[in-house]
T-cell receptor
Framework: DAKTTQPTSMDCAEGRAANLPCNHS???????VYWYRQIHSQGPQYIIH???NNETNEMASLIITEDRKSSTLILPHATLRDTAVYYC???????????FGAGTTVTVRA | EAGVTQSPTHLIKTRGQQATLRCSPI?????VYWYQQALGLGLQFLLW???????NRGNFPPRFSGRQFPNYSSELNVNALELEDSALYLC?????????????FGSGTRLTVV
């Protein structure tokens, strides 16, 4: 019952910015946008989340459109270690469950 | 600070046997969540424990069960194993369930049923 749509896969050159899009056209006013990533055979790792303002941390930036129907995760300088499956998730902040979709497989190439 | 730790890393069982998977949450975290990641099916929510009680479960049969101990560690038991139970089982923890950052996952237990 994932509420997001992401491209299946994308490639990125090492050192360049990676822009990962996500559509969440049915997002509710109290739902946040979360991004996690999963490097092969490891547990998912939290990256960033936001409600309506753009957010930035040491890992990435999150740009949310004004109507909140889509967002973009930006990895500013992709490295080979950023190769992973990236999940965009919408969630009410106190919901106990994370609903993972298929995510975007990002491959960073040298 | 130690993260979420799971044991064993790998487990091989025969169909019909029982499997027990263990999870130690981050110190101070009281909620533990279990997810199943089978090949081609993505992560599926299994169980949520908080303060020693089962708070919610996903759409899994009763042979998937578990418990949470007074020290907040948790055990997942899978009885009467079937081949399709082969998957990566992930445990996550959070301080209660009211957290802005979702939760922190462990590296998982790879269960193989033969």
């Amino acid at each position: 019952d994932a509420k997001t749509t992401q491209p299946t896969s994308m490639d990125c050159a090492e050192g360049r910015a990676a822009n990962l899009p996500c559509n969440h056209s049915t997002i509710s006013g109290n739902e946040y946008v979360y991004w996690y990533r999963q490097i092969h055979s490891q547990g998912p790792q939290y990256i960033i989340h936001g409600l309506k303002n753009n957010e930035t941390n040491e890992m990435a930036s999150l740009i949310i459109t004004e109507d909140r129907k889509s967002s973009t995760l930006i990895l500013p300088h992709a490295t080979l270690r950023d190769t992973a499956v990236y999940y965009c998730i919408v969630r009410v902040v106190d919901d106990y469950k994370l609903s993972f979709g298929a995510g975007t497989t990002v491959t960073v190439r040298a | 600070e130690a993260g979420v730790t799971q044991s064993p890393t790998h487990l091989i069982k025969t169909r019909g046997q029982q499997a027990t998977l263990r999870c130690s949450p981050i110190s101070g975290h009281t909620s533990v969540y279990w997810y199943q990641q089978a090949l081609g099916l993505g992560l599926q929510f299994l169980l949520w424990y908080d303060e020693g009680e089962e708070r919610n479960r996903g759409n899994f049969p009763p042979r998937f069960s578990g418990r949470q101990f007074p020290n907040y560690s948790s055990e997942l038991n899978v009885n009467a194993l079937e081949l399709e139970d082969s998957a990566l089982y992930l445990c996550a923890s959070s301080f209660q369930h009211l957290t802005n950052y979702g939760y922190t996952f462990g590296s998982g237990t790879r269960l193989t049923v033969v």
